[in-house]
């Protein structure tokens, strides 16, 4: 029943995989099955891209046929001589018909397949972006506890990007040098196997130094993928906390550690390419060999009539056209080992699974919250030793008000987490309506919850879209949620009232404004359970104390959990809990805890001024 699910370690950098052994690489394949998800692209682009080889090959042949027909009077195969012979009778007009029609055709397939591989690839993109997304957002707290939010949007983003390169590129580029090596390798051996095999000969030593090639630059290759996402992280930190970066003087202090995370990228980069260009050279040098052979082995051959001139032409021809492959396959492993790496980034976060999960046998919450409890409830952060909560245990019932209050570090918004259920105890018991909090489904739990934090996260976009985020509203139940947050006033004197863009992360508006539009559009849910984590601690205490009334007046079925510095704030609570180090020290109502002259008395007087201030 505890919904706590195994998963290995974080396989964003997976182990299991030999870098020096590896030529490829086994993470990129996983990219197959969901091609197969779109077999019409797959099967239009493989057969647009081996007509567009057999027609980008014809021109060649028909231009060898032509010399041979003009230079000997040979006529060539009978179904040529038929074609090129109906235009009027002249062959000459019939070859250029001839040769133009292949490339006519070759334009017209090669966009075919263009677009097959490309549109195919952006496909891909969005499945695997959408797959690792919803993976990311399973995760528990404790994930992105531990990790750089520049990090995960580098994987989200570049690395998905290098995958779709992959499909849209690499895909084509791998059937263009098969069709045509086969086709040119057919046509040849049908005019002269012993040519055919001083071109293709020298090729084979292409093998061994792609196998250098590969299992050399692959770990360079990933540690570039790696310090994409560092960059990435250092930008996104000196972004989100440039008014601090400025209130510090620290413009040089982060330029400097822009330029050592940028430094470690150029440096991974040009080792790669170091490697990479010591590659492209040797495919000239096979080329040259291959070529130059060519040229002898067909004069000779040529002389001693074994081979007509229009054959050595299209032998000539085509293996100038026999470069290009031989060049796009070393761009082609150069670009596979890009998106190895990737793909061990992108593929580590969809294989993520989350630890808190809803068991087989969990149910939907039917109703409202009626009661939450904590029985002998102990807890203590993933990472570390010291123990945050040691035994808490208390109990509120549906139109009850809990208070909490305590020193920085007490425990009392781990309190809250649990009962979100970011994170699960280590002993003890949380429940709701008398059950197990893990007798029912993570999301019913949480549709019955209304959570406002210390520091309220508001996203891009207009008030409008904040309150009512995620949730069906009409106006006069949007209109209520921000009177009884105690918004109306301030958003009534906007320009653009309730359409007023808050800007990044709320930016444009207030603390306490910002705090409002949260407890709103937490109110908008109409929770029967209301869980309010410092949500006063930006508001004066006027604006409070009326945020207060409107609350206690209206939420007589509602169990209220609030966690509070501001002593103010938890006042009128029918039950106080304070805290040190994690364990419940007081308990009562606010009276009778000031009378005790315990730490929450001590406190008050701090706060106050006046022990009588009650």
Same mark, same amino acid.
């Given at each position: 029943?505890?919904?706590?699910?195994?998963?290995?370690?974080?396989?964003?950098?997976?182990?299991?995989?030999?870098?020096?052994?590896?030529?490829?690489?086994?993470?990129?394949?996983?990219?197959?099955?969901?091609?197969?998800?779109?077999?019409?692209?797959?099967?239009?682009?493989?057969?647009?891209?081996?007509?567009?080889?057999?027609?980008?090959?014809?021109?060649?042949?028909?231009?060898? *046929? !032509?010399?041979?027909? #003009?230079?000997?009077?040979?006529?060539?195969?009978? %179904? $040529?001589?038929? &074609?090129? +012979? @109906?235009?009027?009778?002249?062959?000459?007009?019939?070859?250029?018909?001839?040769?133009?029609?292949?490339?006519?055709?070759?334009?017209?397939?090669?966009?075919?397949?263009?677009?097959?591989?490309?549109?195919?690839?952006?496909?891909?993109?969005?499945?695997?972006?959408?797959?690792?997304?919803?993976?990311?957002?399973?995760?528990?707290?404790?994930?992105?506890?531990?990790?750089?939010?520049?990090?995960?949007?580098?994987?989200?983003?570049?690395?998905?990007?290098?995958?779709?390169?992959?499909?849209?590129?690499?895909?084509?580029?791998?059937?263009?040098?098969?069709?045509?090596?086969?086709?040119?390798?057919?046509?040849?051996?049908?005019?002269?196997?012993? *040519? !055919?095999?001083?071109? #293709?000969?020298?090729?084979?030593?292409?093998?061994? %130094? $792609?196998?250098? &090639?590969? +299992? @050399?630059?692959?770990?360079?290759?990933?540690?570039?993928?790696?310090?994409?996402?560092?960059?990435?992280?250092?930008?996104?930190?000196?972004?989100?906390?440039?008014?601090?970066?400025?209130?510090?003087?620290?413009?040089?202090?982060?330029?400097?550690?822009?330029?050592?995370?940028?430094?470690?990228?150029?440096?991974?980069?040009?080792?790669?390419?170091?490697?990479?260009?010591?590659?492209?050279?040797?495919?000239?040098?096979?080329?040259?060999?291959?070529?130059?052979?060519?040229?002898?082995?067909?004069?000779?051959?040529?002389?001693?009539?074994?081979?007509?001139?229009?054959?050595?032409?299209?032998?000539?021809?085509?293996?100038?056209?026999?470069?290009?492959?031989?060049?796009?396959?070393?761009?082609?492993?150069?670009?596979?080992?890009?998106?190895?790496?990737?793909?061990?980034?992108?593929?580590?976060?969809?294989?993520?699974?989350?630890?808190?999960?809803?068991?087989?046998?969990?149910?939907?919450?039917?109703?409202?919250?009626?009661?939450?409890?904590?029985?002998?409830?102990?807890?203590?952060?993933?990472?570390?030793?010291?123990?945050?909560?040691?035994?808490?245990?208390?109990?509120?019932?549906?139109?009850?008000?809990?208070?909490?209050?305590?020193?920085?570090?007490?425990?009392?918004?781990?309190?809250?987490?649990?009962?979100?259920?970011?994170?699960?105890?280590?002993?003890?018991?949380?429940?709701?309506?008398?059950?197990?909090?893990?007798?029912?489904?993570?999301?019913?739990?949480?549709?019955?919850?209304?959570?406002?934090?210390?520091?309220?996260?508001?996203?891009?976009?207009?008030?409008?879209?904040?309150?009512?985020?995620?949730?069906?509203?009409?106006?006069?139940?949007?209109?209520?949620?921000?009177?009884?947050?105690?918004?109306?006033?301030?958003?009534?004197?906007?320009?653009?009232?309730?359409?007023?863009?808050?800007?990044?992360?709320?930016?444009?508006?207030?603390?306490?404004?910002?705090?409002?539009?949260?407890?709103?559009?937490?109110?908008?849910?109409?929770?029967?359970?209301?869980?309010?984590?410092?949500?006063?601690?930006?508001?004066?205490?006027?604006?409070?104390?009326?945020?207060?009334?409107?609350?206690?007046?209206?939420?007589?079925?509602?169990?209220?959990?609030?966690?509070?510095?501001?002593?103010?704030?938890?006042?009128?609570?029918?039950?106080?809990?304070?805290?040190?180090?994690?364990?419940?020290?007081?308990?009562?109502?606010?009276?009778?805890?000031?009378?005790?002259?315990?730490?929450?008395?001590?406190?008050?007087?701090?706060?106050?001024?006046?022990?009588?201030?009650?």
């Amino acid at each position: 029943m505890s919904g706590i699910g195994t998963r290995s370690s974080d396989a964003m950098e997976p182990s299991d995989i030999n870098d020096k052994t590896q030529i490829i690489g086994r993470q990129i394949w996983r990219v197959v099955p969901y091609a197969k998800r779109y077999p019409g692209r797959v099967l239009s682009g493989i057969f647009g891209n081996a007509m567009a080889r057999f027609f980008d090959l014809m021109p060649f042949v028909a231009i060898g *046929l !032509a010399v041979d027909y #003009f230079t000997s009077g040979l006529s060539g195969p009978q %179904i $040529v001589q038929n &074609f090129v +012979t @109906s235009f009027g009778g002249d062959p000459a007009i019939g070859y250029g018909i001839l040769i133009f029609l292949g490339f006519f055709f070759l334009a017209i397939f090669q966009g075919i397949s263009e677009y097959s591989w490309q549109t195919l690839g952006y496909k891909i993109q969005h499945d695997l972006r959408m797959d690792a997304t919803k993976s990311l957002i399973a995760m528990e707290a404790t994930y992105y506890d531990m990790r750089q939010t520049g990090q995960i949007m580098a994987v989200l983003s570049s690395d998905v990007n290098q995958l779709e390169d992959v499909v849209s590129d690499s895909s084509t580029s791998i059937i263009r040098i098969i069709v045509t090596f086969m086709t040119a390798f057919l046509i040849l051996v049908l005019m002269s196997w012993k *040519l !055919a095999i001083v071109l #293709f000969g020298p090729i084979i030593f292409i093998v061994p %130094i $792609v196998y250098w &090639f590969s +299992t @050399s630059v692959q770990r360079k290759y990933r540690q570039q993928r790696e310090s994409t996402g560092d960059i990435t992280a250092v930008l996104e930190n000196l972004i989100s906390g440039i008014s601090v970066v400025q209130a510090y003087n620290a413009e040089e202090w982060e330029a400097n550690r822009v330029n050592r995370e940028s430094g470690a990228y150029r440096d991974q980069a040009m080792g790669a390419s170091q490697d990479r260009n010591r590659f492209i050279p040797m495919i000239y040098v096979v080329a040259g060999i291959a070529f130059g052979l060519l040229v002898t082995a067909g004069g000779w051959l040529a002389k001693e009539g074994e081979i007509t001139t229009g054959q050595l032409v299209t032998f000539l021809l085509i293996s100038t056209r026999m470069t290009m492959p031989m060049f796009i396959f070393g761009i082609l492993v150069n670009q596979l080992q890009r998106g190895e790496a990737a793909a061990r980034r992108v593929f580590a976060a969809i294989d993520l699974e989350p630890t808190i999960v809803d068991s087989e046998d969990a149910i939907e919450l039917l109703g409202p919250i009626e009661s939450v409890e904590f029985r002998d409830v102990h807890f203590t952060y993933p990472n570390t030793t010291t123990k945050v909560l040691n035994g808490i245990s208390f109990k509120v019932a549906g139109g009850q008000f809990l208070g909490v209050m305590g020193h920085t570090g007490a425990g009392k918004t781990t309190i809250l987490k649990l009962l979100m259920r970011y994170y699960v105890p280590d002993s003890g018991e949380v429940l709701i309506n008398d059950n197990n909090i893990n007798t029912f489904t993570l999301a019913s739990v949480r549709d019955a919850i209304g959570f406002v934090s210390q520091d309220p996260f508001l996203f891009y976009g207009s008030i409008r879209d904040n309150v009512q985020y995620n949730q069906v509203a009409d106006e006069n139940e949007l209109k209520r949620a921000l009177e009884l947050a105690g918004a109306a006033e301030f958003i009534d004197e906007l320009e653009d009232g309730i359409e007023t863009m808050v800007g990044d992360r709320g930016a444009m508006l207030s603390g306490g404004q910002r705090a409002r539009v949260s407890l709103a559009r937490a109110l908008l849910k109409k929770p029967s359970l209301l869980i309010l984590d410092e949500a006063s601690s930006a508001l004066d205490a006027e604006t409070e104390r009326r945020i207060q009334e409107n609350l206690l007046s209206t939420g007589s079925g509602r169990a209220t959990i609030a966690v509070a510095h501001r002593l103010s704030t938890i006042r009128n609570a029918n039950e106080i809990l304070a805290m040190v180090d994690g364990t419940v020290v007081e308990r009562g109502k606010h009276d009778g805890l000031v009378e005790r002259q315990g730490v929450y008395a001590s406190q008050w007087t701090i706060q106050t001024g006046d022990m009588a201030g009650m």
